[in-house]
Structure formats: structure tokens, C-alpha cells
């Protein structure tokens, strides 16, 4: 054996040595990891296209509605006969909260409201379950109710809403156009339901003097029977023959003005036509239950509700050629106006977080340029895209959308992001000012910084832990805050680990001369050089005494921390407190009773 050749590893190197070493696995398997590199590159910016946008991220409305109708009871009776026996038989469904009830002379209201940790996936079965309860009690129920109905999709929201109007046209004018329009957006794809709003009941309305019928003997009673007879629906038998059963239909059932004017109303033997003795006139529910009015203008809404997990972006486009297309076959006089707009508010913060994206970035690049040279720069510079990459990966294959949570989770990730790099990539420079090689100071990043750096990550990652795993509407809604940020986290981990030494071995020229200003470049022999050397400059021994001093006065510093951490607490207690800011759409909703 030759013992001249022979050169004691460092402590450091043979660790790094025995262990598995995932920087020197991509440093030595460069073609593999280049390849790894470009696909993530390719993969995410795919699935950032094909990310689903949205201005607030999906949640489950935990809320019921339940409405009857008796006409000509009391409050009272409609409390204690229909209300009353519906709470109690609901109180029997799981996950019951409370109920709230609303009742007029012939009307009730009930707001039917789930725990808030009831489990969204339940809810379904839940509005299921509430039906049949509602089945089961409808024989103890008084006989002339109307209902009760449950109204479980109140809770959709409209991405678009436009508006109908026509000057001189009428509601049958424009309900017939917003039907229309519905049918033409209801093929675009994406779109789940077409909602109309503000369109009035067709009635016929009779009029009659009570003193003009009680002079020909005839009471309101009579006239109500004749029109109920003449409007009703029986069967009339059919004919019976030796191939077939005929059915036999009988006209004369009422369609308009003029068919209930000429109603007989027969008393005492002697027949009357309804028209002789009552005026009859067609027109609207009066009150109407629902007015919509544009620019002064009598109108019908028309809101476009888009399926989940789509992109309202490209939703707002199709739907928008659609309406163009359809335009044009559109009466003459009906206009149409966009007063709702979500996918252009969506877009806008897209553009928001692309715009705080591009300044983080700048400001990153600047940090890194000056701080630690344009070469170590372009190398932190690089893991900003390639973790959102894994990102825009990891959320398209969640099924997550981009909406407010989750753009505003990647925002606060974005100063994070580059944490990882700049302590891998800081490692690796000191190591080759101490005259270690580009490979060997890239794979000793891993036995150094990973597992602190995990460490790390994990703690911030866990700090978001409350919201993620919430159970309750807050969590369903906000949890994607944790989700995202902890993706981000983690997936910058791998890349400072991983292709941060690749890309400081492509990128970082070799330093073999040493820091200390007292070696001469041109006879220094780095295997053999002090590696402390590095550390004696003014930065380093001004921050050395000032840790120094921290050390033997601990004490003193100890207390001068607490004290400003108790300075804080109070300073908190007195800034304004608010889960969400205030909406800054150009939008106002408000309810008078």
C-alpha cells in the first residue's frame, strides 16, 4: 500500500460521505435532474393555465330554507298549526343548530341552520333527510297548505348578471326576451344555471260591487264556484272501441279576458255572464313579490351561475361571445346591460398577484445581486419560478382554484420562497472562499443546512395549522392559506436541496483563493488554508462583539426582550382587528322591512 498518496478526509467530508446526499445525487446525475428540471418547468406552467379562477373559493352553505303558505290564517294559527309542528320534527335531524322563524297572517318562513363543524361531504344527505322529514309530517299539517317547499340553493352566485330593458316594453316583452337569452346562455359550457329575476306573475283580476250583486241576489260565493267549475281539470271518460281507448276532452277551460268575462254564474234559475256583472282585467300580481329596476327603468335580471372548479376567466369570455351572438336576434328596442362582472374582478387580482410576483422577484434579485453577486443572484433568482411550478402542479392535481385565499397564501409565500436557496447557495460560496471545489461545497450544503432548513420550514408550515385544519366554515373556507403555504414551503426545500447546488455548479465560477486579505492568491494552498480566515473581516468581528456583549449581559438583554415583547401585546390589543378588508367593489345591497 502507498501511503504517500494517501490524504486524511475532513470530519465534515467523510460524514458527508456515509451518508445518502440527495445535492451530490443531482450534482453527479446532472442530465437526470436537468431533465427534472425542464419537465417541472413545462409541467407547471401548463397547469397554471388549466387552474381553475374564482374570486372567492368554493364552500358549503349549511343553511335551509323552508316556506308555507295558508291563505286566510292568522299568525297565530299559522305558529302554532304549521310552524310549531315543523321545528319539532326538524330538531330530530343530526347536526340541528336552530331555527328561525318568520310568520304573517298566511305565511311562514323558517331558516333551517347546521352546526358549523357539520362535515361538508354530509350536507347533501342532510337537505335529503330534511325533505323527508317534511314528507312524513305534511298529514298532520292543516289541509289547505301550500307546501311547505325547501329552497337549499339560495347560497349561488351569480358570476354575471345582466340587465333587460326596453322602453314601452312590458314585462311579457321582456320576460319572453330573458327566456330566450336564458336557452342561448344556458349552451355555453361551464354555465350550471340561468337565473331570471324580477319577472311578474300574469293575472286576471275580477272586480265586483257587493252591493250590485246583493241587489240581483247573487253572493261573492257563487261567483268563485262558477270560475272554479269552468277552470277545472276532470276527466271526461273516453271512448271505447275495438283497437283503441279514445280519451274525450272537454273545452272551455279558461285562457284569457275574455273566456272569464263570458263565465255563467247561475242563481235562482236565472244565468248571468260574469262580464255583465263584475269588471274583468288582466294584468300583474299586485303587490308584485319582486321589482328590479335599471336606470329608473322597469327590468329583468338575468344571472349566469358557473359550475365549480372552473376558470371564470375563460368562463366570462364564452359567455360574453355568446351574448354577442345572440344579440343579434335580440326584439328591437330590448337592450342589455352587465351591471356584475366576477371574472373581470378575478382577472384583476390575478394581475394583482402577478404584479406583487414580479416586484418580489425584483426585490429579491436586487438583495441577492448586491449582496452576494449577479452569479449567486441568477441562482437564488432560479428556484422563485421552479417552486411555483410545483406548485401550480401539486394545486392542479388538489383540484385547487386560484381565488383571494389562495393568491393572497402564494403572496405571503413568495418571501419565503427564496429562504431555503440563499442559505443553500450562502453555504456553498463560504465553503468555496475556503477553497473547497463547486461539488464538493454544493454536496456539503446538503450535510449542513438540509435538515435545519426542513426544520424550519415545517415550524412556519405549522404556524398555518389552525386555519388548514378548522373544522368549521371558517376553515373550509380560508384552509387553503395553510394548504398553499405549506406546498410553497416544502416545495422549496426540495429545490434548495435538490437544483439549487445544480444550478450553483453550472453557475458559480471556482474561488480558490481565500478571503483573508494577507494570502497571496498565487501561493495559497486552499486544501491546507485556515477556513476561519474568511471571518476576519470588519463585518464579521463588529457582529461578533455585539454578540459577545449580548452573551455577558444577558441578564440585562433578557429583560429589555421581555419588556418589548410586553410592549407589543399592548400595542396589539389597540390595532383595528378584521378577518377580511372591506370589499372594495363598486356595489351596494341593502334590506328594508
Known sequence: MDTSTFEPRRPDEAAASSRFNLSAWAITHRPLALFFVIALALGGAFAYTRLGRAEDPNF????????ATWPGATSREMQDQVADPIEKKLQELPYFDR??????????????????????????????????????????????????????????????LFMLTGKNASYRQLKDAAEDLKKALLRVRNVTKVDIYGAQQQTIFVDFDTAKLASLGIAPQTVFDSLAKQNAVTAAGTFETDGQHIPLRVTGA???????????????????????????????????????????????????????????????????????????TMPVGIEVTQIADQPAVVDRAVFEFLRSFAEALVIVLGVSFLSLGWRTGIVVATSVPLVLAVVALVMSGLAMDLNRITLGALIIALGLLVDDAIIAVEMMVVKMEQGWSRARAAAFAWTSTAFPMLTGTLVTAIGF??????????????????????IALLASWVVAVLFTPLFGVLLLPDRKQLASANVDPENADPE???????????????????????????????????GIFAVAVVGFGHVQQQFFPTSDRPELFFEIR
Open 254 to 328: 279558461l285562457d284569457g279576458v275574455e273566456a272569464v268575462k263570458a263565465t255563467p254564474v247561475s242563481v235562482n234559475g236565472v244565468t248571468f255572464a260574469l262580464g255583465d256583472i263584475a269588471k274583468v282585467s288582466a294584468g300583474y300580481a299586485d303587490p308584485p313579490n319582486f321589482l328590479v329596476r335599471q336606470d329608473s327603468q322597469p327590468a329583468l335580471g338575468v344571472g349566469v351561475v358557473m359550475a365549480k372548479g372552473a376558470n371564470i376567466i375563460t368562463f366570462g369570455k364564452e359567455v360574453r361571445e355568446a351574448l354577442d351572438a345572440h344579440l343579434a
Open 528 to 562: 491546507n488554508a485556515d477556513p476561519e480566515a474568511i471571518y476576519q473581516t470588519r463585518t464579521y468581528n463588529l457582529l461578533r462583539r455585539i454578540v459577545g456583549f449580548c452573551v455577558r449581559r444577558r441578564a440585562m438583554v433578557t429583560l429589555a426582550t421581555l
Open 60 to 67: 358549503t352553505i349549511k343553511v335551509a330554507n323552508v316556506t
Open 99 to 160: 331555527a328561525r322563524t318568520y310568520v304573517t297572517p298566511g305565511f311562514m318562513a323558517l331558516q333551517l341552520s347546521f352546526r358549523d363543524d357539520t362535515p361538508p361531504s354530509a350536507v347533501p344527505e342532510l337537505f335529503y333527510q330534511l325533505r323527508k322529514k317534511l314528507t312524513d309530517i305534511r298529514s298532520d299539517l292543516p289541509s289547505g297548505l301550500v307546501g311547505p317547499d325547501v329552497n337549499d340553493e339560495f347560497g349561488d352566485v351569480d358570476s354575471l
Open 465 to 486: 395549522v389552525p386555519i388548514g385544519f378548522a373544522v368549521s366554515a371558517v376553515g373550509e373556507y380560508a384552509g387553503g392559506i395553510f394548504w398553499v403555504v405549506a
